[in-house]
């Protein structure tokens, strides 16, 4: 299972930051890698950052790189995504997901997740 937990999404200013969790349980916890998606309204989900579980290793879209950093606790098996910066283009419903494997450079393809949270709303506007 993956879920979001608090601080979750919500309403925010631009420049303002805002961090997301999610925690894995069950099945989840031996997962290869946690990583973000986003969906906006009439766009096609799009792929924001990942982790993989054990070397840490990072992968960031070109459109938050810089801005947002993602990070993980083992012992708590807890994935964070910080977004920092944030601009109003980043308004969108965010999902956390789980990998059992990822293949080419890295964990960038939607089809390499295959554990799904419900998703958070997050909104960015003056």
């Known amino acids: 299972q993956v879920q979001l937990v608090e601080p979750g999404g919500g309403l925010v200013q631009p420049g303002d930051s805002l961090r997301l969790s999610c925690a894995a349980s069950?099945?989840?916890?031996?997962?290869?890698?946690m990583g973000w998606f986003r969906q906006a309204p009439g766009k096609e989900r799009e792929f924001v950052a990942a982790i993989t579980w054990s070397s840490g290793a990072t992968y960031y879209a070109n459109s938050v790189k810089g801005r947002f950093t993602i990070s993980r606790n083992n012992a708590r098996n807890t994935a964070y995504l910080q977004m920092n910066s944030l601009k109003p283009e980043d308004t969108a419903v965010y999902y956390c997901?789980?990998?059992?494997?990822?293949?080419?450079?890295?964990?960038?393809?939607?089809?390499?997740?295959?554990?799904w949270g419900q998703g958070t709303q997050v909104t960015v506007s003056s």
């Open positions: 069950g099945r989840t916890v031996s997962s290869y890698a």
């Open positions: 997901a789980a990998a059992s494997w990822c293949s080419g450079y890295g964990c960038y393809d939607v089809r390499d997740f295959s554990s």
